[in-house]
């Protein structure tokens, strides 16, 4: 089975799974009965750069992480193996490359990425954990790793791009009551853009 759709269907699971930590173990018993984990002590939150800003060192360890994926994406025997795979993985396979022990290595590491993000946005922002704590963040680095090409430096700047969409829509629909959805818009739009020159650079329209 492809592993993009058990990764993805995967998530139903593991939400269920985390509704029931917070509605048992995890549960907060001063939280007036809303499904959520007690608050983290001061100590074990991320501090912020700048007092008086959401800005945490969260944001420190994301750039930490895009140039560690770098380094083992370029300069690294696994990178090979995991671009190798990524372009061409019956080749790579005919090479002597182990496909299937990529794979999961690549799933593991992008995995561990996602639990960093997850830790950032609980100890950095929300100081506990809930079920909403995610509002598509998943879907969204999607995109983010399309414009960026995913090119894991490359990633840094796309969201900072995305970010500054999402933010500047929330703004405007304060301010003057632009509807907050035309940051979706934008960025669907950015998307197909991104995958129109992707295929324009590959094929070439000729005219006989």
Do not use: C
């Not at 993009?4 to 549960?27: A, Q, R």
Request: aromatic content about 10%; proline content about 4%; glycine content about 10%.
């Amino acid at each position: 089975v492809d592993e993009v759709v058990t990764t993805l269907l995967f998530n139903f699971i593991f939400l269920l799974f985390v509704s029931y930590l917070l509605e048992g173990p995890l549960k907060d018993p001063m939280g007036m009965g809303w499904p959520k984990s007690a608050r983290l002590t001061p100590e074990a939150r991320l501090p912020r750069i700048v007092d008086g800003l959401r800005l945490h060192w969260g944001f420190a360890l994301a750039l930490a992480a895009a140039l560690v994926v770098w380094v083992i994406n370029t300069r690294t025997t696994l990178g090979y193996e995991m671009r190798a795979v990524g372009q061409n993985a019956e080749a790579a396979g005919f090479a002597g490359i182990p496909v299937t022990r990529v794979i999961l290595k690549t799933a593991l590491l992008s995995g561990g990425l996602a639990g960093l993000a997850g830790f950032s946005e609980v100890s950095g922002l929300k100081g506990a954990l809930t079920l909403d704590l995610s509002p598509g963040f998943g879907y969204t680095g999607i995109v983010v790793a399309m414009l960026a090409l995913l090119h894991p430096l490359g990633v840094v700047v796309a969201a900072l791009f995305v970010a500054a969409i999402f933010v500047g829509a929330d703004s405007m629909s304060r301010a003057v009551g632009v509807p907050s959805y035309i940051a979706d818009i934008m960025l669907a739009s950015a998307l197909l853009f991104m995958v129109l020159a992707i295929l324009l650079t590959k094929f070439r329209v000729r005219r006989d």
